[in-house]
């Protein structure tokens, strides 16, 4: 069984800064590849920031050059460092593990951005 456990929201005011982290159970080199998503209420779930079991990331237009994707297999942890944050950045951010033949999530952790 793969838990995926999600970290590190909360309320910040517009400009400040969160890191998020995604603690998985077992090496997070087994997947291939790990993602933050967000979901703002009323809207669909969408993609923020991946990477690859290589380490290539990709982001979103709507995040690059404030967020970070980053990882530390020594500690199975991906991280997601949010700086810069707007009120738009306001959702339930979610991790996910994409492999072995699935796609584990976790429970998510709320993001606030206040103006």
């Known amino acids: 069984q793969v838990r995926v456990v999600e970290s590190g929201g909360g309320l910040v005011q517009a400009g400040g800064s969160l890191r998020l982290s995604c603690a998985v159970s077992?090496?997070?080199?087994?997947?291939?590849?790990m993602g933050w998503y967000r979901q703002a209420p009323g809207e669909e779930r969408e993609l923020v920031a991946a990477?690859?079991?290589?380490?290539?990331?990709n982001y979103v237009d709507f995040v690059k050059g404030r967020f970070t994707i980053f990882r530390d297999s020594t500690k199975d942890t991906v991280y997601l460092q949010m700086n810069n944050l707007k009120p738009e950045d306001t959702a339930v951010y979610y991790c996910?593990?994409?492999?072995?033949?699935?796609?584990?999530w976790g429970q998510g952790t709320q993001v606030t951005v206040s103006s």
């Open positions: 990477m690859t079991r290589s380490g290539s990331t």
């Open positions: 077992g090496s997070i080199l087994r997947f291939d590849d």
């Open positions: 996910n593990a994409r492999g072995l033949n699935r796609n584990y």
